[in-house]
C-alpha cells in the first residue's frame, strides 16, 4: 500500500469514528422554495430591491471605469492589495461606530484569530466565556498569553454562582478575577504591569443570548481599577440588530469608551462576508505589522468591499429599522407559537426543550436529543433548519437552531412550529406504542 493509501486509510477511521457518534459533516444544498430559517442573514438585506440595484449599478461603475482591480485585490494589503476605497470604508466605518480606528479583515475569523494571536504578550492573561466562538479558540491557541482561563457562561458576580461551580465546572468572571489577583505574581495584574484580556461576545449564536455586558465592564473596572482589564466583544451576531441604526450592542448600551476592540462580522445581519476590528489608532497600527491573517493573504475584492459599503449605507439611512421591528416582532410571535405548541403537548424533555424566557435576539434554540431526525422532518416538510450538535455545543444541549429573518412570514413561523408538533406528536405514539 503507498503512503497515500494508507493516510487515506487512516484518515477514514477517524470519519467512520465520527460517523459512528453521529457528529459525520458533509456539505449540502438548500432545495429551492424551502422556507430559510437557518441562515444568519438576520435582515434579509439581499432581498432588499434597493440594495441590490445599488450594488449592480456600483460594480457596473467600476466596470466601466476599467477599475484594475474589479474581480481581485491583486495581494496583500501591505503589497499591492490596498485601495483608497477600503481605506474610505474603515474611516466611516469606525465614525459610524464611534471608534477611533478600525481594520478590515476577510472574516470575523480572520479577524479574532489576527487579534487574539497577536495583541496577548507572554505575560499577559485572558479570560473567556465559556461560549465564546471556534475563532477565539484558534487566536488564543496561538496567542503567547500566559494562560487563558475560561469562566462560567454570562456570569459576572460571585453571588450568581450555584452549587456545581467550582466542581469541574467555570465559576463566575469575579470568582476568577478575583482568584488571579490573589494567587502569586496577582500583584503584577492588580498594580497594571500585567494585562487582563476578557473575551465575550455580544450575541451568542448557539443559544442566542445577550452578553450581560454592563455588568462585565462593571465587574472589571471594580477589579482592575489600572485600566488594564481590556474586554474585547464579538459582534459578529448583534451587529444591524442592537443599537441605534443597528450599531451594535457596545452602541446600544453606550460602553464604547470601555471596551477595548470590538470585532464585527459582516456575514450575519449585513449580508456579506468579511470582517472589522474597532480598535484604537495605536493597535490598527500594531495588527497591521503582526497580524499575520491580514499580512499572508489577498485583501478583499473590490466587489466584497462595494457590498459592505451599500449594505452600511441602507443601514446608515434608517432603512433597516423597518426591517429590525419587522423582525423582532416575527421573533415574539414565533416564540408564543412554539410555548402553547409545548404547553398542550407537555413532551418528555429528551424529545422538546423549550425557554420559558422570550429571546432577545432572532436566534430560538430548539433542544431535544434527537436533532437530526426533528431537523431532517422540518427539511421534509419545507422548512430549511439545522441540527446543533457536540463539540459544536456542550454534550447533552443539542438542539436545532431556529434563525428568524426579516422576510420570514408569519405563516412560515406558523409551518414550521406545526412541523415540529407533527414530529413531537409522532415520536410521542412510537414511545407509547412500545409500552
Not at 487574539?116 to 503567547?144: K, N, W
Request: proline share 5%.
Amino acid at each position: 500500500m503507498s503512503q497515500v493509501n494508507q493516510l487515506d486509510a487512516s484518515l477514514n477511521k477517524h470519519l467512520d469514528r465520527r460517523k459512528a457518534r453521529d457528529m459525520f459533516r458533509s456539505l449540502t444544498l438548500v432545495p429551492p422554495g424551502t422556507a430559510d430559517f437557518s441562515s444568519n442573514a438576520y435582515l434579509s438585506l439581499s432581498a432588499q430591491p434597493s440594495v441590490k440595484q445599488t450594488f449592480l449599478s456600483r460594480l457596473q461603475d467600476a466596470a466601466h471605469a476599467n477599475t484594475p482591480s474589479l474581480l481581485g485585490s491583486g495581494g496583500s494589503r501591505l503589497l499591492d492589495g490596498n485601495s483608497p476605497k477600503a481605506e474610505a470604508l474603515e474611516k466611516t466605518l469606525a465614525a459610524f461606530h464611534s471608534a477611533p480606528a478600525s481594520l478590515l479583515f476577510n472574516s470575523a475569523m480572520d479577524a479574532n484569530v489576527g487579534l487574539f494571536s497577536c495583541v496577548t504578550q507572554p505575560d499577559d492573561v485572558v479570560l473567556y466565556d465559556e461560549l465564546v466562538h471556534a475563532s477565539i479558540h484558534d487566536g488564543m491557541r496561538l496567542s503567547r498569553a500566559a494562560e487563558k482561563l475560561s469562566f462560567a457562561h454570562s456570569t459576572v458576580w460571585s453571588t450568581e454562582e450555584t452549587v456545581e461551580h467550582g466542581k469541574g465546572k467555570p465559576e463566575s468572571l469575579e470568582t476568577v478575577l478575583v482568584g488571579l489577583l490573589s494567587r502569586p505574581g496577582g500583584h503584577l495584574f492588580k498594580s497594571g504591569e500585567r494585562n487582563v484580556f476578557i473575551s465575550v461576545e455580544g450575541v451568542y449564536s448557539m443559544d442566542g443570548d445577550v452578553c450581560p455586558l454592563k455588568d462585565i465592564t462593571n465587574c472589571v473596572e471594580r477589579w482592575l481599577p489600572k485600566g488594564n482589564g481590556l474586554v474585547i466583544v464579538d459582534e459578529a451576531h448583534s451587529l444591524g440588530v442592537f443599537g441605534e441604526r443597528g450599531q451594535g450592542l457596545v452602541s446600544e448600551l453606550g460602553l464604547e469608551d470601555r471596551v477595548w476592540a470590538r470585532v464585527m462580522g459582516f456575514g450575519k445581519a449585513m449580508g456579506c462576508s468579511g470582517g472589522l476590528i474597532l480598535c484604537s489608532d495605536i493597535t490598527r497600527s500594531y495588527l497591521i505589522n503582526y497580524a499575520r491573517t491580514l499580512i499572508y493573504t489577498t485583501a478583499m475584492a473590490l466587489p466584497s468591499l462595494i457590498s459592505i459599503e451599500v449594505a452600511y449605507e441602507f443601514m446608515m439611512s434608517g432603512g433597516a429599522e423597518p426591517l429590525v421591528h419587522r423582525l423582532r416582532n416575527l421573533v415574539k410571535n414565533a416564540h408564543c407559537l412554539l410555548m402553547e405548541m409545548y404547553e398542550r403537548l407537555k413532551p418528555p424533555s429528551h424529545l422538546l426543550r423549550v425557554s420559558l424566557v422570550e429571546p432577545k435576539s432572532s436566534i430560538i434554540p430548539v433542544f431535544t436529543d434527537h436533532p437530526r431526525s426533528l431537523a431532517g422532518h422540518c427539511q421534509q416538510n419545507g422548512f430549511m433548519v439545522r441540527p446543533i450538535v457536540s463539540p459544536t455545543v456542550p454534550k447533552g444541549t443539542e438542539r436545532i437552531r431556529l434563525c428568524l429573518h426579516a422576510a420570514n412570514t408569519v405563516d412560515e413561523a406558523v409551518g414550521i412550529v406545526s412541523a415540529i408538533e407533527s414530529w413531537v406528536v409522532s415520536q410521542m405514539n412510537v414511545s407509547k406504542s412500545r409500552l
